[in-house]
């Protein structure tokens, strides 16, 4: 019974490890958003560190695109948007917290 039991394992492992492998592990990620200056590169990056499974995000001013190192098992490409979202910015096609965005500096505010 436990040979079994270690046979199913293994194939739901096998089979686990094909069915999720692009969702899982290390992933980067590049995320369009609406930031305007370095307070809003700050406040982005601060609010993705904080999110649980992020190892690193850097904002390019330039193109607005913030580039995410994450561990694909703790978090995913939503809730790294959302947390962008709450701290009042846009990421990709995600509109901006209202309550966040009237928040900001007045200079942080994008056309939106
Ligand atoms: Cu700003």
């Known amino acids: ?14 089979g686990m490890q094909t069915s999720f492998a692009q969702n899982s592990g290390k992933q980067y990620i590049e995320i369009k958003t609406s ?10 990056e601060t609010a993705l560190e904080k ?3 992020v190892k690193s995000a850097d904002l390019d001013l330039e193109t607005k695109v913030v580039s995410i190192k994450f561990d694909g098992d703790k978090t995913n490409a939503d809730a790294l948007k959302t947390a962008i979202t709450e701290a009042g910015y846009t ?10 965005y009237d928040n900001l500096h007045p200079c942080c505010k994008s056309e939106q």
Do not use: Q, R, S, Y
């Open 35 to 44: 930031a305007v200056c370095g307070t809003c590169k700050a406040a982005i």
């Open 91 to 100: 990421a990709d096609e995600v509109p901006a917290n209202k309550v966040a």
């Open 51 to 53: 999110v649980d499974g």
């Open 1 to 14: 019974m436990k040979k079994i039991l270690a046979i199913i394992g293994l194939f739901m492992a096998i």
